[in-house]
């Protein structure tokens, strides 16, 4: 049914959307390009140093691999250093004005890789978030639950049905506009619909009921931290509960801050986007919200890049071990510099 409610063969009605929709979306191509080409040259660089530092950082602590808290960071700085990877062929894309010059595999695994990094940062974030209330509301139960054979077994639940509910992201490969090869683009109006049938589902079980679980755990944490906070007895117990509360406030507020900023805005604008484009709503309506969740998007890729922030502030065996490592690269400099120096005198004389 037409505006002037005529009733049109369908296959003219998907041709007419396509010509609107190619008008509203690629008439302000150049915004995006720029955006996503200025944000993923910022990130490239950082997440891919900050996560592979990690990732050594993690190895070198020998006494706490066996921590619960250690293996899911492990596995969000695999997540994040994975994703920083594909970095360099969207900017290949990108400064190449949207033109793929790659294979559509790797095209399909780019926008794969996008959606698993994004989803299990946010079940990994939240699974963080449960084993810090365990921790401090409930340290028995922590205990006794938390092994580190149990929390890799859930990592690797969570690895599997994060790359299985995203498998459909891999139909999304090479299309063709204006006789160029392009990528990350929805072929046709079908998979408009298609994609906003997997954004609720991303939409409730990736974000909200991991978000509403982080509320739950962080208001008991907090709760108890409160109500704990009274006159303690001195000496070293009064200590580590002082640190240990230290600790706790860290990952509430860095966590809160990442939902907040990185994967809040992004579901949300993208869900009126999707609405926009699957109900025909006036164009210039749809290039706001397009120019929107452009923004949105950068912002959710930054997350690779906060994410080793909370690995500094919230785990101080982390902070010791970066400055151990860092005294052992100096000295190492240092030796190699005078073994440089003796040998060169050496050779002199």
């Not at 390009?33 to 950082?57: E, K």
Request: net charge positive; glycine share 4%; aromatic share 12%.
């Amino acid at each position: 049914m037409n505006e002037l409610g005529l009733t049109t063969p369908n296959v003219i009605n998907h041709t007419s959307v396509s010509i609107e929709l190619a008008a509203c979306f690629h008439d302000d191509d150049a915004f995006k390009y720029r955006a996503y080409t200025f944000t993923y040259l910022l990130l490239f660089p950082v997440a891919f140093l900050c996560n592979i530092g990690a990732l050594s950082v993690f190895f070198l602590q020998r006494n706490r691999r066996s921590s619960a808290s250690c293996v899911v960071m492990m596995n969000l700085a695999i997540s994040d250093g994975s994703f920083s990877l594909t970095l360099p062929l969207r900017l290949a894309y990108y400064f190449r004005g949207g033109v793929w010059d790659f294979p559509d595999w790797l095209c399909r695994l780019c926008v794969y890789g996008f959606y698993v990094n994004l989803y299990t940062s946010i079940l990994f974030l939240t699974l963080l978030s449960v084993l810090r209330w365990l921790a401090v509301v409930q340290p028995l139960r922590h205990r006794t639950l938390a092994t580190p054979t149990r929390t890799l077994l859930v990592c690797l639940g969570v690895w599997l049905f994060v790359g299985l509910s995203s498998g459909p992201f891999l139909s999304n490969g090479i299309t063709n506009r204006a006789g160029f090869p392009r990528c990350f683009e929805p072929s046709n109006p079908s998979s408009w619909e298609r994609i906003l049938i997997l954004n609720y589902v991303a939409l409730t079980l990736g974000f909200l009921l991991p978000f509403l679980t982080i509320i739950f755990c962080y208001s008991k944490l907090v709760h108890h931290l409160m109500t704990a906070s009274g006159p303690q007895d001195s000496g070293r117990s009064s200590e580590t509960r002082r640190n240990n509360r230290r600790r706790s406030v860290h990952l509430v507020t860095m966590v809160t801050a990442t939902f907040l900023l990185c994967f809040l805005p992004y579901h949300l604008i993208r869900s009126l986007h999707l609405h926009a484009v699957c109900g025909n709503w006036n164009c210039d309506i749809i290039v706001v919200l397009q120019r929107a969740v452009v923004v949105t998007l950068c912002l959710a890729a930054s997350n690779s890049v906060v994410n080793p922030l909370l690995y500094y502030y919230s785990t101080r065996t982390f902070r010791n071990n970066m400055r151990d490592a860092h005294s052992s690269l100096l000295s190492s400099k240092r030796g190699s510099f005078r073994a440089g120096l003796a040998m060169a005198r050496r050779n002199t004389h």
